[in-house]
T-cell receptor
Framework: NAGVTQTPKFQVLKTGQSMTLQCAQD?????MYWYRQDPGMGLRLIYY???????DKGEVPNGYNVSRLNKREFSLRLESAAPSQTSVYFC????????????FGEGSRLTVL | AQSVSQHNHHVILSEAASLELGCNYS??????LFWYVQYPGQHLQLLLK??????LVKGIKGFEAEFIKSKFSFNLRKPSVQWSDTAEYFC??????????FGQGTRLTINP
């Protein structure tokens, strides 16, 4: 069972470059989320999508955009990367918005030089 | 705003020691509570969860947690830790229809 799949797992960018993190889930979940994890700060919600066709800002949305391409896929885009965006990014999903447990992907480690 | 606090940032124990990691949340109404574990280099996995009912919740790998409503606490316990329990542990809470909020995490190191 694949669950939640993220790509790429590692990426190094230069300041100002752009990139997109891809996420796909095969559990037929309606809701998907993007978190960033930084030492000593736990996980902070960047954006979420309650269902296909909807997206909303989380706690730390600045510098990011998202696209809910279809029910399975939810991508996170950095338009102009900054060193402050160096982090580990996790995609997650739940059956419906804010219910049940989060199912996480394996994470994407991003370094911005 | 809803918040979750984990007071222990780094805990170091020897194998076979007993473990208790603290977690306090701020939401006053109905709350869903979770403990997640992140082993080195891996993604977060659910250890256990509390939605309602028996306040003593048993999870995987011998972990348990007790929901104490009067103390707004959901502490994680294990009677005897193993080296393989070395990981980072995250408490999380969801109040009502709100989004899940995570604590800062506690890094647990078990010395053989």
């Amino acid at each position: 069972n694949a669950g939640v799949t993220q790509t790429p797992k590692f990426q190094v960018l230069k300041t100002g470059q752009s990139m997109t993190l891809q996420c796909a889930q095969d559990m037929n979940h309606n809701s998907m989320y993007w978190y960033r994890q930084d030492p000593g700060m736990g996980l902070r919600l960047i954006y979420y999508s309650a269902s296909e066709g909807t997206t909303d800002k989380g706690e730390v949305p600045n510098g990011y955009n998202v696209s809910r391409l279809n029910k399975r896929e939810f991508s996170l885009r950095l338009e102009s990367a900054a060193p402050s965006q160096t982090s580990v990014y996790f995609c997650a999903s739940t059956p419906t918005l804010n219910t049940g447990e989060l199912f996480f992907g394996e994470g994407s480690r991003l370094t911005v030089l | 705003a809803q918040s979750v606090s984990q007071h222990n940032h780094h805990v170091i124990l020897s194998e076979a020691a007993s473990l208790e990691l603290g977690c306090n949340y701020s939401y006053g109404g109905t709350v869903n509570l979770f403990w997640y574990v992140q082993y080195p280099g891996q993604h977060l996995q659910l250890l256990l969860k509390y939605f309602s009912g028996d306040p003593l919740v048993k999870g995987i790998k011998g972990f348990e947690a007790e929901f104490i409503k009067s103390k707004f606490s959901f502490n994680l316990r294990k009677p005897s830790v193993q080296w393989s329990d070395t990981a980072e542990y995250f408490c999380a809470a969801r109040g009502g229809a709100q989004k899940l909020v995570f604590g800062q995490g506690t890094r647990l190191t078990i010395n053989p």
